[in-house]
C-alpha cells in the first residue's frame, strides 16, 4: 500500500500551458503539504493544509492553485506554465503539529 | 532554507569512517528534528528523529544530537557503506503550527 500517492509521475509540457497534479494519502493524516525541489535539491514549501484549510502559502505565484476536496486529497494546479517551474513536486502528509512529514514520490514537472 | 542552515554541503568519507553533518535553526520553540536521506531519484525518507526533551538518540549506525541551547542538532553516521552515498536533510518546524523547513541539503559520497 502506498501512503502518500502523486500523479502524475513524470510530466513534459509545453510554456503557457495549465497542468495539476494529484495527491492523497491513505495514512489518516490531517495536514498536507506540497514541497518543491529544484535542480540544486532545495526544498521548499509551498503550500500546507490542515483539515481542508489553506494554513501556509509560501510567497508562490498565484499561477500555482492548490485544492483540498477533503483531508485525504490535495491537488495543485498551475496554469501559464513556465521555464521556471520545471522541477520535482513532492506532496506530503503528517498528522498534527511538529510530527513526522511522510511524502510522496514526486512528480517531475519538465516545462520546455 | 533560510530559517535552516546546514553544513557541509558536500561530504566525502572513506567507507568505514565516519561521517557529521550539522544544522542550525532559529526558532528557541522548534521541538522536533528529523532527518531525511533522499536517494538519487528517490523520495526523502525520515531516517531518525529527535524531539528537545532529549539530547541524543541513536539507531544502529546512526545517532542524532540536539543542543537547544545553541539551537544546532547533528546528524552522526558510523562504519560508513557505499548505500549510505545519498542527500541528506535535517528540518526543523517554525511557527505555532507544522510549517517545517528544511536545510539545503549534504550530498554524502562514501567511497569503497
Known amino acids: 500500500d502506498t501512503a502518500v500517492s502523486q500523479t502524475p509521475k513524470y510530466l513534459v509540457t509545453q510554456m503557457g500551458n495549465d497542468k495539476s497534479i494529484k495527491c492523497e494519502q491513505n495514512l489518516g493524516h490531517d495536514t498536507m503539504y506540497w514541497y518543491k525541489q529544484d535542480s540544486k535539491k532545495f526544498l521548499k514549501i509551498m503550500f500546507s493544509y490542515n483539515n481542508k484549510e489553506l494554513i501556509i502559502n509560501e510567497t508562490v505565484p498565484n499561477r500555482f492553485s492548490p485544492k483540498s476536496p477533503d483531508k485525504a486529497h490535495l491537488n495543485l494546479h498551475i496554469n501559464s506554465l513556465e521555464l521556471g517551474d520545471s522541477a520535482v513536486y513532492f506532496c506530503?502528509?503528517?498528522?498534527?503539529?511538529?510530527?513526522?512529514?511522510?511524502f510522496g514520490e514526486g512528480s517531475w514537472l519538465t516545462v520546455v | 532554507g533560510e530559517n535552516v542552515e546546514q553544513h557541509p554541503s558536500t561530504l566525502s568519507v572513506q567507507e568505514g569512517d565516519s561521517a557529521v553533518i550539522k544544522c542550525t535553526y532559529s526558532?528557541?520553540?522548534?521541538?522536533?528534528f528529523p532527518w531525511y536521506k533522499q536517494e538519487l531519484g528517490k523520495r526523502p525518507q525520515l531516517i531518525i528523529d529527535?524531539?528537545?526533551?532529549?539530547g541524543e538518540k541513536k539507531d544502529q549506525r546512526i545517532a542524532v544530537t540536539l543542543n537547544k541551547t545553541a539551537k544546532h542538532f547533528s546528524l552522526h553516521i558510523t562504519e560508513t557503506q557505499p548505500e549510505d552515498s545519498a542527500v541528506y536533510f535535517c528540518a526543523a518546524p517554525r511557527g505555532d503550527f507544522n510549517k517545517f523547513y528544511f536545510g539545503s541539503g549534504t550530498k554524502l559520497n562514501v567511497k569503497p
Open positions: 529527535i524531539r528537545s526533551n532529549v
Open positions: 526558532d528557541s520553540a522548534s521541538n522536533y
Open positions: 506530503a502528509s503528517s498528522h498534527g503539529r511538529g510530527n513526522t512529514i511522510y
